[in-house]
């Protein structure tokens, strides 16, 4: 079975651009999470999306939105970007919402903003 | 002061040896302890999972959770080679979707 898949694996944007990144999780799985990993850091938590709403935000701008599809897969949008967006952007998929449900990684994204 | 935190390393150890990794954190809230392995290049891979206080063991690796000290352990028996990565630890409350995780230590084990 494939695990959570992201596109595209790197990306380099210039400062001000607009970004979107993929995400696809796994069979079944009706949640995405969304984390900004930067170089040294643990992950940090953007957005919880659970059967296509919203279920959690971040402490993140408004230029980082996000939504999810009737398939479950996800996008994340970064707009304005900043030299400090530069990270890693983990998903993350899960069966469900609650504590019970453990969380699995795709290998993210990197986002390098120059 | 972070909620959660983690010595960065790195932890250079040899093969065989005892690898013994930390986290500390100050909210109370939290409730489910989590150890994440991530190699370079790659999302974190769940190693452990544990509900409140109390030891878990899986194979190689047991988990230990103080909620009196707010501490939290990872222990990795007969190290090896491939277990060289960076160890992260996450917590969540009761409530929050949220993960929050430490800053990572990052483990070499040489031969």
């Known amino acids: 079975d494939a695990g959570v898949t992201q596109s595209p694996t790197h990306l380099i944007k210039t400062r001000g651009q607009q970004v979107t990144l993929r995400c696809s999780p796994i069979s079944g799985h009706k949640s995405v999470s969304w984390y900004q990993q930067v170089l040294g850091q643990g992950p940090q938590f953007i957005f919880q999306?659970?059967?296509?709403?919203?279920?959690g935000r971040g402490n993140f701008p408004d230029r980082f939105s996000a939504r999810q599809f009737p398939n479950y897969s996800s996008e994340l949008n970064v707009n304005a970007l900043l030299l400090g967006d530069s990270a890693l952007y983990l998903c993350?998929?899960?069966?469900?919402?609650?504590?019970?449900?453990?969380?699995?990684f795709g290998s993210g994204t990197r986002l390098t903003v120059v | 002061q972070k909620e959660v935190e983690q010595d960065p390393g790195p932890l250079s150890v040899p093969e065989g040896a005892i690898v013994s990794l930390n986290c500390t954190y100050s909210?109370?809230?939290?409730?489910?302890f989590m150890w994440y392995r991530q190699y370079s290049r790659k999302g974190p891979e769940l190693l452990m999972y544990t509900y409140s206080s109390g030891n878990k063991e899986d194979g190689r690796f047991t988990a230990q959770v103080d909620k009196s000290s707010k501490y939290i352990s990872l222990f990795i028996r007969d190290s090896q080679p491939s277990d060289s990565a960076t160890y992260l630890c996450?917590?969540?409350?009761?409530?929050?979707?949220?993960?929050?995780f430490g800053t990572g230590t990052r483990l070499q084990v040489t031969l």
């Open positions: 993350a998929s899960s069966a469900g919402q609650g504590v019970n449900y453990g969380y699995t």
């Open positions: 999306y659970y059967e296509k709403e919203e279920r």
């Open positions: 909210n109370s809230a939290f409730q489910y």
């Open positions: 996450a917590m969540r409350t009761g409530t929050a979707s949220k993960l929050t």
